[in-house]
């Protein structure tokens, strides 16, 4: 019960946002909330359901962007085409991608996509004839359903029913015959073998549904920013989805979004107090790393399971102190 | 007729013969065990039988199919799972839970049909539910089916995993010491549980050091010595073999 009024009041606060803090500012940055919210839950489920962490993200996030850019852009797709395209290209990349990387035990998906996020990282840099080069590309269209054009109150709008419909999907993944398997694999993984379990068929089904949902957070972040360059790509944007992830807590979809809201808005506090403290060019990115490398300390240190399990915790606490008061008032009246 | 057919299995460790030139045969609806002092091999047949090891030489054939080298996953897809020694439970999930993973070959719903929700995957999942609760009604943990896992004593958890392997209609269970760690009541609730469950048609396979449980269930003993046979036989005739009372029975303590 407890559970649904907080689901409810989460999307009530959703729906207003906008108009809460009725700014430009404001709602761009809901948007890029809910667009690397997509990313996180995908590698949440990654990361906390079959125990596998990727460090390449970004470069499905980057397919779905350029696929939708250059489709766009450069052969006249209308944007509705491109994005499925978009993550239909991620989707096949990363059967391709997973499939040696998950025969193998450990971390070695981590190792995979760390180097397969460089690599994409470069090519973009490189293919000038079609990624635009360092320089990026532009003139990316505008999203119109119909006739009417979406500014960014509406495509804060399209881009929260898009987190809606992934964070549904996933939780019917989780709460199904698959993610019971998925969960039984990273409890024991031989168990789940002696039960039939496929596992390096389910890792690499997962592992091509979280680099769809990038693919197509890639393609809503492409028409909506309109113009960008492989910076907004590089191994950095795959480490702060991981941190988002890790800090969100991994195993929980609506911790993956509040991991995100939590690092995205403190990147934007730092941008704005940093500068004021310390005037030199470099102190923010040198400031924010470092706020990283704290973040993953602590969340290490003190909240394995993420935000989402400390509030868990605490909502225990809360509950075992209310039946100890119940209980002493009751035999204080006996 | 014979559902496993194990044929001359070795299995070396650096040098170590852990299983050396391994044979019998299970008979269907049977059930069999494997007795021998610690350090014997009875784990290590286990896990080549099973698919966690690869044996060094000879075959493994069920229903006259070699299985020696496969996964345990494609193993269990012909029929055969296992339970473990020191339990391997799902430790984040519930009790109704875990036995419910143990329906994953006997349930088809693949992502797609579960992300969507669609109409099939949610009967399958209705259905799933009904067979782990009875299951569980039978190893009676039914009134723990919401609790964690973990909240279990140590025998409900052996009862739970035992629940687990059943959920899956299996012909060939295989058990790794399945009365270890149990009180005197509830192995004797065990025995009575297994006997059930051979007489639904599953065979038995299992490794047990508990000589009361082995003599009261078996059809059949085989006894593992520094990584060899030593004897075959009914119950009876274990007990009379010289040799396993000389080497085993006699010479150490059983348990």
Known sequence: ?334 | MSILEVREVTQEFGGLLAVDKVSFQVQEGTVVSVIGPNGAGKTTLFNIISGVYAPTAGQVLLRGKEIQGNKPFQSAGLGLTRTFQNLQLFSRMTVLENVMAGRHLRTASGFFASALRLPQAMREERLTREKAISCLQRVGLEEYAERPVTSLSFGEQRLAEIARAMVMEPALLLLDEPASGLNPAEKIQLVGLLRQLRDTGVTILLVEHDMNTVMELSDRVIVLYLGRKIAEGTPAEIQQDEMVVAAYLGGEKIC
């Open chain 1, 1 to 334: 019960m407890q559970k649904k009024w907080l689901l409810v009041l989460a999307v009530v606060l959703i729906l207003l946002y906008p108009y809460l803090l009725q700014s430009t500012y404001f709602r761009t940055i809901g948007i890029f909330i809910g667009i690397r919210a997509i990313v996180v839950i995908g590698l949440c489920l990654l990361m906390g359901y079959a125990g596998q962490a990727s460090l390449g993200q970004a470069a499905f996030f980057a397919l779905g962007a350029y696929t939708s850019g250059i489709l766009t852009t450069g052969y006249g797709f209308s944007p509705w085409l491109a994005m499925p395209a978009g993550i239909s290209l991620a989707s096949l990349v990363a059967l391709v991608v997973g499939w040696p990387a998950l025969k193998l035990r450990g971390h070695f998906l981590a190792l995979a996509t760390l180097s397969f996020g460089l690599i994409v990282y470069f090519l973009l840099k490189q293919w000038s004839f079609l990624t635009g080069g360092p320089s990026g590309l532009t003139g990316i269209p505008a999203l119109y359903v119909a006739d009417l054009r979406l500014r960014t109150a509406e495509y804060y709008y399209l881009v929260w029913m898009a987190v809606a419909f992934v964070a549904w999907l996933s939780h019917n993944i989780v709460h199904s015959r698959i993610g019971r398997s998925l969960r039984a694999i990273h409890d024991s993984e031989i168990a789940a073998e002696c039960l039939g379990v496929d596992t390096f068929r389910l890792k690499l089904q997962l592992f091509v549904l979280s680099a769809a949902y990038a693919a197509l957070a890639g393609s809503l972040y492409a028409h909506f920013i309109r113009f960008f360059s492989p910076a907004a790509f590089g191994f950095k944007v795959s480490i702060e989805f991981a941190i988002m992830a890790a800090l969100g807590g991994m195993a929980s979809i609506y911790g993956g979004v509040l991991g995100v809201a939590t690092v995205t808005l403190l990147i934007e506090v730092l941008r704005a107090v940093v500068p004021l403290v310390l005037p030199a060019a470099h102190a923010v990115a040198a400031i924010e790393t470092t706020t990283f490398g704290l973040i993953l300390v602590v969340v290490f240190i003190f909240l394995p399971d993420g935000l989402a399990g400390g509030i868990q915790e605490l909502r225990n606490r809360f509950n075992a102190r209310r039946t100890n008061i119940v209980r002493q008032a009751k035999e204080a009246k006996n």
